[in-house]
């Protein structure tokens, strides 16, 4: 016998939330499905708090830095590390980030890494996010994904990003701002 799983909608997920039901439970939804939150170690942390200061100054007066905030998509509501969303910050009083307003994604990813790699990269790609970066902490570099493609037919594969750049030393430039010039070593911390 195989066991089925529910699918939430978005909707759902929202009452379940509202009810308090999963109040101070560390979940998102990812694809239709509850999916448990990996605690953070020391070193994921402080990349993320390190680099959220980094770009709040680098991007001020151009883009919402936000820190480890659910955005609204599709079928999901994941949480990623930093999201990078267009201003002003009073459009997000009555609603969460959804795709139009993001510039891009970032995971700080060590214990998730496959996960994030794989299953957060489809979900991001088909709901058009243009630019999502992996700090892969594992193997010390960063993986910028752009250019979602939309694949209709199920022979080519899933919704993936057609272009995958790894960084490991340098600089990178974000698609939506070119000339801000981000440097490795404030990204790569361990």
Do not use: C
């Amino acid at each position: 016998m195989s066991a089925t799983t529910y699918k939430w909608s978005i909707d759902e997920w929202h009452e379940l939330i509202e009810s308090g039901v999963l109040a101070d439970k560390p979940v998102e939804l990812l694809e239709g499905e509850i999916v448990e939150m990996s605690p953070e170690g020391v070193e994921h942390w402080y990349t993320n708090h390190s680099l959220v200061k980094y770009l709040r100054k680098l991007l001020e007066n151009l883009a919402e830095v936000i820190q480890a905030q659910s955005i609204t998509l599709d079928n999901s509501e994941p949480e990623p590390d930093i999201t990078i969303a267009r201003l002003p910050d009073t459009i997000y009083m009555t609603r969460k980030p959804i795709p139009e307003d993001i510039y891009w994604l970032i995971e700080v990813s060590n214990k998730t890494l496959k996960k994030d790699l794989e299953q957060k990269a489809i979900t991001y790609a088909r709901n058009g996010i243009p630019e999502y970066w992996v700090i892969d902490m594992v193997n010390k570099k960063l993986i910028v994904h752009t250019q979602p493609k939309d694949n209709k037919s199920p022979s080519e594969g899933s919704h993936r990003y057609s272009q995958i750049v790894e960084y490991k030393v340098g600089v990178v430039s974000p698609q939506a701002f070119p000339d801000i010039v981000i440097s490795l070593d404030r990204v790569l911390l361990f």
